[in-house]
């Protein structure tokens, strides 16, 4: 299977992120879309504890400012990420020791996705969990030789800005230090986590006494 190598980095001032992009000569690879993500599991979450993913992804265009002539038509991915190396070899260090976060990856460009769900659901798999978010996918320029396959996706969720860095290990350290970041900033919790993790800080402050 494909793999997948990759870090997220949390953007406390995204418009400075966008101007040291822009001063990299970065364009965009592809229009902002809107996502709709919906990860299934098991009733007991077997997949999320053994580190795997099953998600089906809805993307559409985003409008541009302009009015359209017609609704674009949404893509549909299925995706199944199996667990990251660590897990998968058994290892007994944890995330946090790797710089980087290798998995493998299958894609799928569905045409039918409501069937499919209702296979899944005859499985006994749910749709347990949906996240939002708009993304815009960038690439640097060729004059910049080690940026060679390197994907930069900056992501405006609910929860903040992020933006992921996928590609060759040594890009994805060069990007980040040409970015003003640093491997102690990397994240290699998914969306899921990151949303739970946010879902739990909010229930606590508002537990919490004034």
Avoid at 47 to 74: N, V
């Amino acid at each position: 299977m494909p793999r997948e190598t990759e870090i997220k980095l949390r953007l406390p001032n995204p418009k400075s992120f966008l101007r040291a992009l822009k001063k990299l000569g970065a364009k965009p690879a592809s229009p902002r879309v809107h996502e709709h993500n919906v990860i299934f599991d098991t009733p007991d979450g077997g997949l999320a504890k053994h580190g795997q993913l099953l998600r089906i992804r809805t993307e559409t265009p985003a409008p541009a400012g302009k009015k359209l002539l017609r609704k674009p038509s949404p893509r549909v991915i299925l995706t199944f990420k199996s667990p990251p190396e660590e897990l998968a070899m058994g290892s007994v260090g944890s995330l946090a020791d790797r710089r980087h976060k290798v998995r493998e990856e299958i894609e799928v460009i569905l045409t039918d996705s409501a069937s499919l769900q209702k296979i899944f659901e005859g499985l006994g798999l749910k749709g347990w969990f949906r996240y939002e978010k708009y993304r815009t996918s960038y690439r640097l320029p060729a004059r910049l030789a080690w940026a060679q396959g390197l994907l930069i996706d900056y992501d405006e969720t609910p929860i903040g800005t992020f933006v992921e860095l996928e590609g060759p290990p040594q890009a994805i350290d060069q990007a980040a230090k040409e970015l003003g970041y640093s491997s102690h900033d990397y994240i290699l919790r998914n969306y899921l986590v990151l949303y739970l993790d946010d879902c739990k800080r909010q229930n606590a402050r508002q537990s919490s006494p004034l």
